[in-house]
């Protein structure tokens, strides 16, 4: 299950005092962000492809809320972060275009993140492949946070039901048009 919204963007609010309009602008700190990972197949061995699903590593899968502000005693606390992995499942969304889009508290700084895909083919066969993204997550938490981070890939099969990750590009905008 993916967490509701925490907190988001900033709030607009229309203050009437004495009859004048006064507007102010409340930034609040965003806590959630949508990953959507695009996976664009080609070659021979596209027709061959039943499903793709997968997993997404060094992931903030919960978050301790009374963790996360330092007490007045100054004691240590533990992380407020429980990093893990969440899995993928990946929809045809178009003909070379396998889609899946998960709500994120975040990513866990500590951790690498690592995406795992796996590629069942028709004859019952499964490739898995594993791509290191750390680099790609950078600006998750700071760049235009209001829209979702994609991770897209454009994976290479033959006949022969060999699979290679051929580009990859992770950031606020998506290849897929």
């Known amino acids: 299950m993916d967490p509701g919204p925490f907190t988001a963007g900033e709030v607009t609010a229309e203050v009437y005092h004495n009859f004048e309009d006064q507007l102010i602008i409340v930034p609040m700190g965003r806590q959630t962000r949508k990953l959507s990972i695009e996976v664009r197949v080609t070659g021979s061995g596209i027709s061959l492809v039943e499903s793709i699903s997968g997993s997404m590593s060094g992931i903030a899968v919960s978050r301790e809320v009374n ?12 992380l407020a972060i429980t990093g893990g992995a969440i899995s993928y499942s990946f929809q045809e969304n178009a003909d070379e275009w396998f889609v899946g889009t998960r709500t994120l508290l975040g990513i866990d700084g500590n951790s690498q993140q690592n995406l795992n895909l796996n590629i069942a083919f028709i004859n019952g066969e499964v490739v898995n492949l594993v791509q290191d993204v750390t680099g790609g997550m950078t600006g998750f938490h700071t760049q235009d946070i209001h829209q979702p981070w994609y991770i897209v890939l454009e994976l290479n099969l033959g006949f022969d ?11 606020p905008d998506s290849w897929l048009v």
């Open 67 to 78: 963790d996360c502000f330092p007490p007045a005693s100054g004691v240590n606390r533990p």
């Open 161 to 171: 039901l060999q699979a290679t990750i051929t580009n990859w590009y992770a950031g």
